[in-house]
């Protein structure tokens, strides 16, 4: 027990009624005593008191709280007094924990409190211990005790407001369950051609389907599903920075629970993906409720680095991760214009595995579009091949000079006529390959063709050489 401030003022305020009888009238010296002897009987009863009160606590801590959120540990205090007593309730805790204002209460036998912590950063903490300070009746004495706890508390991103900023701006949409079907909406995806009615957007009319029906159609789109979106958290020193209380990071974890709650109620499918200098965390595509606890158990680690971030290794590992197109997204801060560059220039030039080419694997991309990202000798040879085909001759390649009259060889005319059909459009190689189905398809249905019909010259004209 410890004496109060009430206790020390009446104590010096005592000792200058004391010089009173020695400098006024000796006769003051009774109500000095009397005085003195109250100022003994309010701490003799505050001791007397506080000695039997005994005070104890049960407490409740919660095992998690969100980031930016007040932990609140309710007590059960219990104090063995008929007289009420002023407590005064602290908490003593770890980082990254923070402790609250006091708390005062008015305490007789029972009484239920709630001490508030502040938890401004994420991680994990310990509640050590609540301390408490009785106040006597007459406040003269104080009894101070330290109730020791050492309860474990993680400090999570925060899903509640999540879920009430989901609430704010998706609430109304309506999200499919466990059955398959056709939401119709604003998506990207046909669905159907309907018949316009008035107040429909001008925009989605289909103007030739309209010509070809003789009556106005509009177009009627459905939302995409099994999309890929990739979430790019960066942890490096900038994003350590405060704004509101909250780091730049918890922001940027609050977004992407946001953008990923709404996309898996949509059914696409979330990764994501953090670095600083090197990476730090990756979570790989998936889809369903299951998803969700992941992710956030994946960004629950996230803390920011002391280091500068490499924006160029950290998109690198990233595309090195990525086989099919998606859509990544990315939080952090850029401090200068150069870096923003260099991360754009590098989430533009995806890097590509290099391939082996084969002459099958030369007919192959040439079918697909795709044959100019060949190189090498079989690369060229099909080159110049297709420039043969296009009507002139391929770099490195003989040209063949056309017949003339000088030769003694007659020319046909079907052939020459083709050749002019022919020669003046260069056909690109998907061109070429849409020719070849239409050629084949003409084969195949007209079998008795002979070599001087005009079509099949046209054919032979148009149809690329085979590789061999």
């Known amino acids: 027990m410890i004496p109060s401030h009430r206790l020390l003022w009446i104590a010096f305020a005592g000792l200058a009624v004391t010089a009173l009888p020695v400098a006024i009238d000796p006769a003051l010296w009774p109500l000095v005593a009397g005085l003195w002897a109250v100022l003994l009987g309010g701490m003799l009863l505050d001791a007397v008191v506080?000695?039997?009160?005994?005070?104890?606590?049960?407490?409740?801590?919660?095992?998690?709280?969100?980031?930016?959120?007040?932990l609140d540990v309710f007590v059960r205090f219990r104090v063995k007094s008929a007289l009420p007593l002023h407590a005064t309730l602290r908490s003593e805790v770890d980082a990254p924990l923070e402790p609250r204002a006091d708390v005062d209460v008015r305490a007789r036998a029972t009484t239920e409190l709630v001490v508030p912590v502040a938890a401004p950063r994420?991680?994990?903490?310990?509640?050590?211990?609540?301390?408490?300070?009785?106040?006597?009746?007459?406040?003269?004495?104080?009894?101070?005790?330290?109730?020791?706890?050492?309860?474990?508390?993680?400090?999570?991103?925060?899903?509640?407001?999540?879920?009430?900023?989901?609430?704010?701006?998706?609430?109304?949409?309506?999200?499919?369950?466990?059955?398959?079907?056709?939401?119709?909406?604003?998506?990207g995806e046909l669905d159907s051609l309907e018949a316009y009615e008035p107040g429909m957007d001008l925009r989605t009319v289909d103007w030739k389907a309209s010509a070809r029906h003789q009556a106005p159609l509009v177009r009627r789109f459905r939302l995409e599903q099994n999309q890929r979106i990739v979430l790019c958290v960066d942890t490096g020193r900038l994003m350590g920075d405060p704004i509101d209380g909250l780091e730049r990071l918890d922001h940027a974890i609050h977004a992407s629970l946001l953008l990923c709650q709404v996309a898996l109620k949509a059914g696409d499918l979330v990764a994501v993906h953090a670095y600083s200098d090197?990476?730090?965390?990756?979570?790989?595509?998936?889809?369903?409720?299951?998803?969700?606890?992941?992710?956030?158990?994946?960004?629950?680690?996230?803390?920011?680095?002391?280091?500068?971030?490499?924006?160029?290794?950290?998109?690198?590992?990233?595309?090195?991760?990525?086989?099919?197109?998606?859509?990544?997204?990315?939080?952090?801060?850029?401090?200068?214009?150069?870096?923003?560059?260099?991360?754009?220039?590098?989430?533009?030039?995806?890097p590509r595995s290099p391939r082996q080419t084969t002459p099958r694997g030369l007919r192959r991309a040439r079918r697909s579009g795709r044959a100019g990202r060949h190189r090498g000798a079989a690369g060229r040879r099909g080159g110049a091949r297709e420039h043969r085909h296009r009507g002139r001759p391929a770099r490195g390649s003989r040209a063949r000079a056309p017949p003339s009259a000088a030769d003694g060889r007659r020319r046909d005319p079907r052939a020459a006529r083709s050749r002019r059909v022919a020669a003046p459009r260069a056909l690109r190689p998907h061109q070429a390959s849409r020719v070849d189905r239409m050629s084949r398809i003409h084969t195949a249905t007209r079998r008795s063709t002979c070599s001087t019909c005009s079509t099949c010259s046209t054919k032979r004209a148009f149809e690329p050489r085979r590789a061999r």
């Open 278 to 350: 090197t990476p730090r965390a990756w979570a790989p595509l998936a889809g369903g409720v299951r998803q969700m606890a992941r992710i956030r158990r994946t960004l629950a680690t996230l803390a920011t680095e002391p280091t500068e971030t490499n924006h160029v290794l950290g998109v690198h590992v990233l595309l090195q991760k990525l086989k099919r197109r998606s859509l990544v997204v990315v939080f952090t801060e850029l401090a200068d214009s150069t870096t923003a560059e260099l991360m754009v220039e590098h989430l533009g030039h995806p």
């Open 50 to 70: 506080l000695l039997r009160a005994r005070p104890s606590l049960e407490t409740d801590v919660p095992a998690a709280v969100g980031v930016g959120d007040d």
């Open 122 to 187: 994420r991680g994990g903490a310990r509640l050590r211990a609540l301390w408490t300070r009785l106040d006597g009746p007459m406040r003269f004495l104080r009894r101070i005790d330290r109730h020791a706890l050492d309860e474990e508390v993680a400090i999570v991103p925060n899903a509640e407001r999540v879920r009430e900023l989901a609430l704010a701006h998706f609430g109304a949409q309506r999200y499919g369950g466990v059955h398959v079907v056709k939401r119709r909406g604003d998506g």
